[in-house]
């Protein structure tokens, strides 16, 4: 299976499940940018639930910018925050202080560009995972492609995804939240998310 799909912030468990299951990955970097996804936003596991954690972007007001050209807004101090936020809610997890060093650089790091940052992430995540996972790069845009098409999974709202239950930290309180980021996978099962991973079911459209 060859699949065609997004970059994301800390991908959700369905695009490393995906990725992972795959005979080849082609990263989609020529396609307009979509406000309200998971190219700028990701999903984790607070002690009060589920928690959005999001990236501020520059807009254009008068014309429509390609994902690879988005910059992030330097005003906020989002990467501060995001950090604050993960330990809050992994601190006590099994694997957060093993792989806590491998990420802070994302938090440390000044990126000009988004498609930068999330192709940064994905490097430490897969070392993290203890694996491989080369890909290339879209040069134009094409609505249909002959790759198996697994471009909207960048839209949360479109991932229909239902994955086997692992223990997580809160689930005591608020029982299992399903494809979170894959940070949240990892922090609670550590390099065990890569089998994991691979058996999980996908719906491919």
Not at 116 to 143: V, W
Not at 166 to 183: A, E, I, K, M, W
Not at 197 to 202: G, R, T
Request: hydrophobic residues 35%; proline residues 4%.
């Amino acid at each position: 299976m060859d699949i065609l799909i997004h970059p994301t912030y800390f991908p959700s468990v369905s695009h490393f499940a995906a990725m992972l299951q795959a005979g080849s990955v082609t990263f989609e970097v020529d396609d307009n940018f979509q406000k309200q996804s998971n190219r700028n936003r990701m999903y984790i596991y607070s002690a009060n639930g589920l928690q959005l954690l999001n990236i501020p972007v520059k807009h254009s007001k008068n014309e429509r910018l390609k994902y690879r050209d988005i910059r992030i807004e330097p005003a906020f101090n989002w990467q501060k925050q995001h950090f604050k936020s993960l330990e809050a809610a992994y601190r006590t997890s099994p694997y957060f202080e093993f792989f806590e060093d491998d990420i802070r650089p994302v938090f440390e790091q000044k990126h000009t560009f988004l498609m930068d940052l999330n192709l940064q992430i994905h490097d430490i995540i897969t070392a993290c995972l203890g694996i491989s996972l080369p890909y290339q790069k879209t040069e134009e845009y094409f609505k249909e492609v002959s790759q198996t098409d697994l471009r909207h999974l960048a839209n949360g709202k479109k991932d229909e995804h239902v994955f086997t239950p692992y223990t997580q930290v809160f689930g005591d309180r608020h029982g299992f939240l399903n494809n979170l980021s894959v940070l949240d996978l990892l922090f609670n099962e550590g390099r065990h998310a890569v089998t994991y991973l691979k058996e999980q079911p996908l719906l491919l459209k």
